[in-house]
């Protein structure tokens, strides 16, 4: 008997130090494989097998295959959601952007992302759109900024990122837009000007 209460001492206490590293670092989403780096978990059944244990008490919540979360998907900035779930390099930009600051004034019913790949999915209520970019522009940091732990295009990125999708696009508020910093960015980032 003493035994099994010495394993639940244990394990809480297994508990409790892997839960703090998880504090202190600020991930409220994460992937399984950040969890067995993170906690030195090298075999992928142990690593299974504790994360649907984690689950099942309520611990963590598991939000799709191999993606879990410390909160339930309604409490999560959603923007952050959709970089977690692309599990690449990728940032908020274009119509999301846009649409925020009063640039675009129809409503944008998808969060929009630029990636290495295209892509629409869905996660709770939210819906996605990716857009591909290349390389050597997606890895250009002209007018990229980090806020609230994400990758998010400043108002002339997302512009200089819509005009390379749609040299063509019809912004309703020209005169909100620095297109000043915007063929600054295009020439950083080598975009074609326009």
């Not at 639940?8 to 998880?22: D, H, N, P, S, W």
């Not at 690449?88 to 952007?97: F, G, L, Q």
């Not at 522009?137 to 990122?161: H, P, S, W």
Request: proline share 3%; glycine share 6%; hydrophobic share 40%.
């Amino acid at each position: 008997m003493s035994t099994v209460k010495n394993n639940q001492k244990g394990r809480k206490g297994l508990y409790k130090e892997r839960f703090v590293q998880l504090a202190k670092l600020g991930i409220l989403v994460f992937h399984a494989g950040d969890l067995a780096n993170l906690w030195q978990i090298k075999n992928p059944n142990t690593l299974h097998t504790t994360l649907k244990r984690y689950a099942q008490e309520g611990l963590i919540i598991r939000i799709q295959r191999g993606l879990y979360s410390l909160l339930p998907v309604e409490k999560i900035d959603p923007r952050l959601l959709g970089l977690k779930v692309l599990h690449r390099y990728a940032y908020v930009s274009t119509e999301t952007i846009l649409s925020q600051e009063g640039i675009i004034f129809q409503h944008i019913p998808q969060i929009t992302l630029v990636s290495s790949v295209s892509q629409k999915f869905a996660i709770g209520n939210n819906q996605y759109s990716c857009r591909k970019l290349a390389d050597r522009f997606l890895f250009n940091d002209a007018g990229i900024i980090i806020k609230d732990g994400m990758q998010i295009a400043t108002v002339e990125r997302a512009v200089a990122d819509l005009l390379y999708f749609n040299p063509k696009y019809y912004f309703d508020a020209k005169n909100l837009i620095n297109w000043k910093k915007v063929r600054a960015i295009q020439k950083q980032a080598g975009y074609p000007q326009t």
